[in-house]
Each structure stands twice: as structure tokens, then as C-alpha cells.
Nanobody, 120 residues
Framework: EVQLQASGGGLVQAGGSLRLSCVAS????????IGWFRQAPGKEREGVVC????????YYIDSVKGRFFISTDNVRNTVYLQMNSLKPEDTAVYYC?????????????WGQGTQVTVSS
């Protein structure tokens, strides 16, 4: 069973940084697409970043390119999201995801979410 435990959210001022962590179990990183989604109040959930270790392909949504960076630690089975130059519009609940094929597909497993709040 795939399990994802996210942490690291909090309150930060605009321009600041946070690093989210997600400890994963039940699958091998090299065999899965892993990433982060977010959902802001009153908005639909959106994919922020997705990466596949097998081919090194990583996709970022345009609004976070150059500010957010995903990394994985295959020894600790942990995926990180380094978020820099945070903006109030980055405020959302962030979810760690994993899928055998593509992030956000019907078979995607979701973590419990961690709240990120960016004050102006």
C-alpha cells in the first residue's frame, strides 16, 4: 500500500522560503511518478510539479518555475519541495502524490496535505 506523509508547511512572509517533505512507503521511487499538487481556498486543485526518476523528466507549472524545486532522497524514501520567493498566491494546501504512470491520474495516491500560508 502506498503511503505518503507530508510535512513542513507553515506561515511565511512573502519573499520567504519553505521546504516541504514527504516520506513515502509502499513503492519504489524509480518505478513511480511523484510530485506535489496544491489547492487554494475556493480554487480547483492544481498540479505544481511532477517528476519521474526513471527518465529524469520533471514538469513545473509556469507560475512556480525558477522558484520551486523538487528533489528526492531514494535512501530515505523522501521527496522534497523547496519553495523560494514565495508569494501570497502560493497560499494553499500542498499534497504529495505518487503514481505508477503520471501524477494526477485516476490511480494516483495522495498524502494528507500540509498548509502553506504566505502573508503579504
Amino acid at each position: 500500500e502506498v503511503q505518503l506523509q507530508a510535512s513542513g508547511g507553515g506561515l511565511v512572509q512573502a519573499g520567504g522560503s519553505l521546504r516541504l517533505s514527504c516520506v513515502a512507503s509502499g513503492f519504489t521511487f524509480d518505478d513511480y511518478a511523484i510530485g506535489w499538487f496544491r489547492q487554494a481556498p475556493g480554487k480547483e486543485r492544481e498540479g505544481v510539479v511532477c517528476t519521474t526518476n526513471s527518465d529524469g523528466y520533471t514538469y513545473y507549472i509556469d507560475s512556480v518555475k525558477g522558484r520551486f524545486f523538487i528533489s528526492t532522497d531514494n535512501v530515505r524514501n523522501t521527496v522534497y519541495l523547496q519553495m523560494n520567493s514565495l508569494k501570497p498566491e502560493d497560499t494553499a494546501v500542498y499534497y504529495c502524490v505518487a503514481d505508477p504512470a503520471a501524477c494526477g491520474s485516476p490511480s494516483t495516491s495522495w498524502g494528507q496535505g500540509t498548509q502553506v500560508t504566505v502573508s503579504s
